[in-house]
């Protein structure tokens, strides 16, 4: 603009020395026209020159085998989907760039703020992200600019690009980022991408070193912020208090956090207000400095205080006294492929009276506690919802070996939860009191329970031992392995107490039923035996019956033993099936024990091997 005032007052003032010396000297004035010309060629260069800028488009089509394709317009533009980017002076890297100016419009008048360097046709307003489409649309003054794509894979490029200056020129070029496939975060939701990208207003870079992260997120402006984290080690304690943060890093194996202080790594607190969407990926948090209060995650504030909608995803969280911490209210929340590992105590610990609803914990694992794998005691009026564990490894908790009650997870204060397809091995190996078990249920409430489709397989005592006061659930399509004591122990009193034990594959191990003081197991078994009669227990089992006599035998109950044939008394065993023998207990009421698939006669009793 200033070149241009210049350029037309230079042609005014030819325009008046000709008029003078035409007027004044009579003269024609040969050199005066000249420089009156020469003066109006620049005003037209000038003028031409202004309201020119270089028009670029770049669509964000990714390609590669993880890309999901098909007939859907844009199959392959969805991952890249509101992708922020920067538009950098050449040459830039991931963590140097220095902003280019751009425009709204090709008139070039009117700049666009430095992060909201993108404008997207038809329109001219400004922004920092590539839209539902995945264009990279910007009006700059032309030449080699370089750019970057930040999404939740991750930050790539620089990417080159070389527009001409002249009259409005339009650059488009597909840009294909394979390279964003081999980063981090595989597989993405839409949803969780849309929500991030529309949430994060200002995109930081803090370097590897002492307190960057928290001096970055001190520094970001009001609104949604996401903190990019190179590969190296970043010693801090976090605090997240605020709304839409979210913390991206290099990778677990790549980008690293541990703990200044004997404190918490990362703090997400509702203390000063509801707060919601947190998110973390990709990088690992390690307690090197052996701080033995440090936890690794704490989620905490008021009981009843939004906390929500927070999400972490491929991490590992190493070496705290609580690899994770629920202190505080939190409600459709989220763990995928986190790793809780070495705990000093619990690898996750939610002992509170605040509301733990709609948790879930899917393709992680829990390993090398020294006490519990996992510790849940939600002690709210109502106990935790909607709470998963969804194919989760726990394995080779209670390392300390002292611990009373010890067990992978020990569950109470259970409102309603789900444990499926999870793999459990060498939970507490070494326990003081002949109760170790791979998940143990406990406590007044442990409602709605249930255990499915897991191999369960520690050398401890129990693989599910319930003596929960109230409780109800579905223990089924298990694999239950080499317990010493017993696959499942029920041991429940309460009337509205109801559990039922379907089809489980049982070795060398048995279920074992003990009833309340009316004689009511409060259990069902479906697939073991017909009416789905109830077991008692009893250490021995006198005036039992084998198949065609009254004599009596002393059963040996060290394996489950499932009964296949019809209601018997006493003295009936109705039609047995061949090779088989029906043993059960003549006390009280006829109670099926089970059935044999042949009867030796050893030291005048029997022993039913199956």
Same mark, same amino acid.
């Given at each position: ?105 090709? /008139? ?51 990417? /080159? ?6 009259? #409005? ?26 929500? /991030? ?19 970055? *997120? ?7 912020? *996401? ?41 997400? /607190? ?22 033995? #209060?440090?936890?690794? +995650? ?60 709609? +948790? ?75 109760? #170790? ?63 039922? +034990? ?109």
């Amino acid at each position: 603009m200033i070149i241009v005032v210049f350029a037309l007052s230079l042609v005014l003032l030819r325009i008046f020395y000709l008029v003078a010396e035409m007027c004044f000297e009579r003269d024609w004035p040969r050199s005066t026209w000249r420089g009156l010309v020469l003066a109006i060629m620049l005003l037209i260069l000038c003028a031409s020159a202004f309201g020119q800028a270089v028009r670029v488009d770049i669509p964000l089509l990714t390609s590669g085998p993880n890309v999901p394709s098909g007939g859907a317009a844009l199959p392959q533009a969805l991952w890249l989907t509101n992708a922020t980017v920067q538009i950098c002076q050449h040459p830039a890297t991931t963590s140097s760039c220095t902003y280019v100016t751009t425009y709204t419009d090709a /008139t070039g008048s009117t700049p666009c703020p430095p992060t909201q360097q993108l404008v997207q046709l038809p329109g001219n307003a400004c922004s920092s992200d590539a839209g539902l489409l995945g264009n990279v649309g910007f009006w700059y003054g032309g030449g080699t600019v370089d750019y970057l794509v930040n999404s939740q894979g991750g930050t790539y490029g620089p990417y /080159t690009v070389t527009g001409v200056n002249g009259s #409005g020129n339009f650059v488009s070029t597909i840009q294909p980022l394979s390279q964003a496939l081999a980063g981090p975060f595989t597989s993405p939701s839409i949803a969780t991408q849309l929500l /991030t990208a529309a949430s994060v207003n200002t995109i930081l870079y803090p370097a590897p070193g002492t307190g960057t992260i928290s001096a970055a *997120m001190a520094s970001a402006p009001s609104g949604g912020v *996401m903190l990019q984290l190179q590969c190296g080690t970043y010693i801090d304690n976090i605090t997240i208090a605020t709304n839409n943060v979210l913390i991206q890093g290099a990778g677990a194996n790549c980008t690293n956090l541990q703990p200044a202080t004997n404190a918490a790594m990362l703090t997400i /607190t509702a203390a000063g207000g509801a707060i919601q969407y947190a998110q973390v990926r990709d990088l690992t948090m390690t307690n090197v400095g052996g701080f033995t #209060g440090a936890d690794g +995650i704490v989620i905490t504030g008021p009981v009843n205080q939004i906390n929500d909608w927070h999400h972490f995803e491929n991490l590992v969280i190493s070496g705290f006294r609580y690899d994770l911490n629920l202190v505080g209210r939190t409600i459709w929340t989220t763990f995928e492929n986190v790793h809780f590992a070495s705990a000093l105590q619990s690898g996750i610990y939610a002992s509170t009276a605040a509301v733990l609803n709609h +948790i879930t914990f899917r393709d992680g694992q829990i390993n090398n506690s020294q006490q519990y794998g996992v510790y849940w005691n939600d002690t709210n009026t109502n106990a935790s919802l909607s709470t998963e564990f969804d194919h989760v490894n726990v394995e080779g908790n209670g390392l300390s070996g002292t611990l009373a009650n010890c067990a992978g997870m020990y569950l109470t204060g259970i409102g309603t939860m789900s444990i499926h397809d999870g793999y459990f091995e060498s939970n507490c190996a070494t326990v003081p009191d002949a109760k #170790g078990a791979d998940i143990r249920v406990t406590g007044t409430y442990a409602q709605a329970l249930d255990i499915k489709s897991n191999l369960i397989w520690s050398v401890t005592n129990y693989g599910i031992l319930n003596d929960a006061v109230q409780t109800t659930g579905e223990y089924t399509g298990n694999k239950i392995v080499n317990q010493t004591t017993n696959a499942i122990k029920i041991q429940t009193t309460h009337t509205l107490s109801n559990i039922h +034990i379907g089809p489980n594959l049982l070795i060398a191990s048995s279920i074992l039923l003990v009833p309340d003081g009316g004689s009511n197991t409060h259990t069902t078994l479906d697939g073991y035996y017909p009416l789905a009669q109830t077991w008692y227990s009893s250490p021995t089992f006198p005036n039992v019956t084998a198949t065609g006599t009254v004599t009596a035998y002393t059963v040996n109950y060290t394996n489950f033993l499932q009964f296949n044939g019809t209601n018997i008394s006493p003295t009936t065993v109705g039609t047995p099936v061949a090779n088989q023998a029906v043993c059960f207990v003549s006390v009280g009421p006829p109670v099926v024990v089970g059935h044999c698939t042949s009867v030796v006669s050893s030291s005048g009793g029997c022993t039913c091997a199956p």
